[in-house]
Every structure is written in C-alpha cells, then in structure tokens.
C-alpha cells in the first residue's frame, strides 16, 4: 500500500472515529438531560403539588384550602402517568364534597388516601425514569468506551507503525547512498513494500547496477591500459624509473632494477630520499629533483654506473609530470619518470676516438719538431744561401709547420680534456707577465695586419691563483682569434682588473663580432660561427673554457656583431 494511501487511510479513519465519538457522545447527553427533565417536570412537580395539597389540608383553614385549589388545579394541569388524571378526578370530586359537606372529616382522610397514592404512582414513575436514565447512561458509556477504544487503538497502530514505516526506508537508502558514495557499487536496497519506498529502492538498484557496470567496464579498460604500458616499460631495454609526487617509486622496468643493486621489493613501493641514504645511484638519479621543481626535461652530464661486471655510462633525462585534474585550473605535480639512456657503446667509440688522437698527435710532434729544426738549419747561411724562390718555399713550409703544431697541439689538449686528465700546476703567478707572453707569441702576426696593442694594468695587480702554462696557453689563443679576426690597423684592448678576490682579463677586439645566436654555442667543441673564412679546427675556445674552469675561474663573452668581441677571464687572487 502506498504511504499516502496509509497515512490518508489512518488519519482518516482517527478523524471519522472522533466525529463518531462525538456524535454518540452528544446524542446520549441529550438522552440523559431528556431523561432527568422528563423527572424533573412530570414527576417532581405532581409531588410538589401533593405535598402542598397536604399541608394545606391538615391546615384546614380558608386560606389554606385556597392554596389547595391553586395545588390542585396545577396538578390537574400535570397529568403524565397512566392512572393519574382518575385519581386526580377523585380528589377533585371528595374536595369538592368535603367543601360541600361542611368540612367532614371522612372526606379529609379519603382525600389524604387520594394524595398519597398520586404520590406514590409518581414516585414509581420517578423510580422507574431513573432505570431507563440508568440504562441511556449504560449505553452511552458502552458505545463511548466502544469508540475511544477504537480510536487508541488505531492511535497507537499508527504511532508504532508509521514513523518506523517511513523512516526505516529512509535510513536504509541513506546508508545505501553512503556506499555508493564510497564506491561500492554492489550496494542495493531490499525494500518488500510496494509504497513509494518500492519504487525509490527499485531505481535506486537500477541505478547502483549501471554505476557497477560502467565502473567495472572502466576499471577493465583501465587494467588493459595499465598492463599495456607496464609492459612497454619493462621491455625497454633502457632503464626507466617512476617517483610519484612524494618520491615514492612506482614502477622501475627490469633494466631499472639491474642497475640500482636492489630486488625489485626493496625498490618499487619505498620512498627514493630514504633509498638514496643506501643507494649511490638513487641519490644521483633524484638529487636534481630535490633540488629544483623545474617542469622541463633536463640533461646532464653521463652517470657512469658499475653493473654485470663492466661500466656503463648512461644520459639521464628526468621528466616532471603535471596534470590539471578534472575540474579544476590548477595544475599540480603529479610525478617525474627517470630515463636513463644507455650510451656505453657511443662512450666506447668516443674514447677510441679520444686515444687514436691523443696518439696520431703525439706522434706527429716529434717528426714536425724535427721539419721544424730541419727548416731552422735551411736558414742558417752558413750550410748554403738560398736563393729567393727557396726562402719563399721555406717561408711557407713554416707557416705550415706552425699551423700544423697548432693543431696537434690543441688536438693533444683536447684529448686531456676529454679524458678528464686535465694536469695542472696552480701556483701563485703574475698575470702581467702571463699576459706579456702571450701578447708576445701573437707579436709576429700582429705586425703582419698592423695591428697594435693597448695595455691597461694597474701597477698594483695581485698575483693569481693559475697554472701559468695552461693560462698562458688561453690568453695566447684568445689574442690570436682577436688578431685573426681584426681588420688591419686596428686597435686590441686589453685590460687588466682586480674585482672582489678575482681578477679579471679582458681581450677585445674591434673586428667583425659574434651574432647574438652563437653567443651560447662559441665555447662548444668543433663550433665555428658559419662563414667563417679564417683556417681552424673550433676547438681553442672549448679548451680555453675547460682549462679555465679547471682552474676554478670563469670565461665568458661579451659581444656585439659587427662592432668588435670581448672575451673575459676571471681567475682567483692568489691572496683570497
Ligand atoms: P678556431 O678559431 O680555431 O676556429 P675557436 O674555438 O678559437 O676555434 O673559435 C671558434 C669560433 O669562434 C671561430 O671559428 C670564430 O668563428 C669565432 N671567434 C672566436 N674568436 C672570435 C673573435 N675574436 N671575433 C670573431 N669571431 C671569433
């Protein structure tokens, strides 16, 4: 039954109950009151009369037997009961004749006789009035107690009923929708009635399968997805490792796993900071990651990693993974994914490579060393005068010898560099005189384009913390690019500073500049500005920066195309 149909039906019925109740009620008030008047006025006033007629006769006087009359004709206007109007009539006519008979006495008792069986006919009516008043009353509490009964009792069918009727549902659903909200899905409600509350679980269940089935179908598709990359990532054959974003490691592939020296139990699932306190590998692969929250690929230099009895040598490249959630605007950080790419054989090949020069260079110094003295004895006129086409032959094979040392000799410190065998002296040193040197070795080509030097040195510069050698060898690479790459009968400036507890040299030309595009890429190995006519290999700035680094100093680049470059060293005062 529908709970508006119940709730119509009970209140209903309680309200038909109590009108009933009324109704009965009012109807048996009126009973008794009809009753009691109906005693009141037949019965009580005829007795009234017959005591007044009483006295008045005992009285005896004229007064008195005029009250009678008055008594007497009342009471004839009473007559209710059967037999009252004949003896009414009889008292009538023995008053009547005990006027007439001079007041006889035996009429006096045969009316007293008369009185007091009127009395008597109207006491028993009262008597018998008083039963049925009795019996109205009996009736009207039967049928109110009837009624009443009737009205608790569906009062109370009600009361236990219905609140448990409607709320029991209610809590049900909401336990029910509490589930769902907690996804679980196979929740459902089991209501029997068939009162709204049906209808509602009905939906409701209807409602919970379909969530069941697209959660379920989703989660199915989802699982395939998951399985599908899980598996890419274990058959990389480079290492790959997942952080979520408290660094917890979520997935490593086998590769991963190889390298770190870990099972696969003491690695997926644990926290990558409190791994990394054990692990080497691990603090170098998440230590970028600590230490800034940049969003962009990064590359860094080859992590060399011991593992399978060889060394291998591998590019990282982390990758922060940020999402913006359904719903929302913000992005936030959800992860990074460690990549770890295996360039052992690439590192082989560049160090086969790094030797073969290291080799073919040292090898040649000695038979170029030897042209060289063999060229210096040519010019000695004592052996033979050469004739002018000979001195030119000899001029240009030494310009060749020259350039030729110049190369091995950059190809042999390029391979010290390479191999990280950077050897250095460092002592305290005076840059002006490293400074006089390299000006000096630049001094014949110099002269040839007509090119002069400007010094500006405070007499007091501090001694610097360098390899003279090394600093020497810089200084002299970057006077002779600014020479090359001057016009005749220009200017070179350099200048000489003490900032803070460094010191700094400056070489500037005046020539053609550096565009603004190759500012970044100048100090690269092998990097040539495009167009450029002048002979060289592109190493000499890569080495100038190593070997300046090497040293704890700093080069860098100012320049502006078309209006001359400054190259600046800073270096350590030998002091500080
Ligand atoms: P190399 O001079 O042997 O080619 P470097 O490493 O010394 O190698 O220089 C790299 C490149 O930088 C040069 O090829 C040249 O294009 C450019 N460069 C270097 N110094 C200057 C300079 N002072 N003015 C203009 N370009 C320069």
């Known amino acids: 039954m529908k709970i508006k149909t119940k709730l119509t039906l009970g209140v209903g019925l309680l309200f038909l109950l109590i009108i009933l109740l009324s109704i009965v009620g009012a109807k048996y008030i009126n009973e008794l009151k009809a009753d009691t008047e109906n005693i009141l006025v037949a019965n009580y006033n005829s007795l009234e ?30 007559i209710t009961e059967i037999g009252e109007n004949e003896t009414t009539a009889e008292i009538r006519n023995n008053f009547e004749l005990y006027k007439s008979n001079k007041f006889d006495t035996s009429f006096q008792t045969i009316i007293r006789k008369d009185i007091f069986r009127l009395m008597d006919m109207n006491m028993q009516a009262i008597q018998r009035k008083s039963e049925v008043a009795k ?20 009062a109370f069918v009600l009361l236990v009923n219905l609140p448990s009727n409607i709320a029991n549902p209610i809590r049900e659903l909401t336990d029910s929708i509490q589930q769902i909200a907690d996804k679980n899905y196979s929740e459902r409600v089991h209501f029997e009635s068939h009162s709204e509350f049906g209808q509602l679980a009905k939906s409701f269940n209807t409602m919970a399968a379909k969530l069941e089935e697209y959660n379920n179908s989703n989660l199915a598709k989802l699982m395939i997805e998951k399985k599908r990359i899980e598996t890419l990532i274990s058959n990389m054959h480079d290492p790959v490792i997942g952080l979520d974003e408290n660094l917890r490691v979520i997935f490593a592939n086998e590769e991963a796993i190889k390298i770190s020296g870990l099972a696969q139990n003491d690695l997926v699932g644990k926290s990558a900071q409190e791994l990394s306190i054990r692990n080497d590998l691990i603090r170098t692969l998440i230590q970028d990651i600590v230490f800034s929250e940049a969003t962009v690929v990064e590359k860094q230099s080859p992590i060399k990693i011991f593992s399978g009895n060889k060394e291998s040598y591998f590019e990282k490249e982390t990758l922060h993974i940020s999402i913006t959630p359904t719903g929302e605007n913000i992005t936030k950080l959800v992860g990074h994914v460690i990549f770890l790419r295996n360039i052992t054989s690439y590192k082989e090949l560049d160090i086969a490579k790094t030797n073969f020069i290291a080799t073919v260079s040292h090898e040649f110094k000695t038979p170029i060393s030897s042209i060289k003295m063999s060229l210096q004895l040519l010019e000695n006129e004592q052996i033979g005068k050469l004739n002018g086409e000979q001195k030119n032959l000899v001029d240009s094979i030494k310009d060749d010898t020259n350039r030729l040392l110049k190369i091995t000799g950059e190809l042999l410190n390029m391979t010290q560099v390479e191999s990280g065998n950077i050897q250095l002296s460092i002592l305290p040193v005076d840059p002006k005189e490293i400074l006089l040197y390299a000006i000096n070795a630049n001094k014949t080509q110099a002269d040839q384009k007509q090119i002069t030097f400007e010094i500006d040195c405070p007499a007091d510069i501090s001694k610097i913390h360098a ?45 053609q500049g550096i565009a603004p595009q190759y500012k970044d890429k100048i100090f690269d190995r092998y990097f040539r500005v495009p167009g450029t006519k002048k002979e060289g290999t592109g190493l000499g700035l890569a080495i100038s920066k190593e070997f300046i680094e090497a040293q704890g100093g700093k080069i860098s680049l100012e320049s502006e195309f078309a209006s001359g470059s400054t190259f600046t060293i800073s270096l350590l005062k030998a002091d500080s």
Do not use: P
């Not at 200084?475 to 002779?480: A, E, H, P, R």
């Open 49 to 78: 009369y017959s005591r007044n007629m009483l006295v008045a006769l005992e009285e005896g006087s004229e007064k008195a037997l005029q009250k009678f009359e008055i008594n007497l004709q009342n009471q004839e206007k009473n």
């Open 135 to 154: 019996v109205t009353a009996d009736k009207a509490v039967f049928w109110i107690v009837l009624a009443g009964t009737l009205c608790f009792l569906i």
């Open 467 to 511: 390899d003279s050698e090394k600093t020497a060898w810089v200084l002299t690479n970057l006077i002779s690019n600014a020479v090359r790459y001057s016009y005749e009968n220009s200017m070179i400036y350099l200048t000489m500073r003490q900032k803070e507890n460094q010191v700094q040299i400056s070489v500037r030309d005046t020539g």
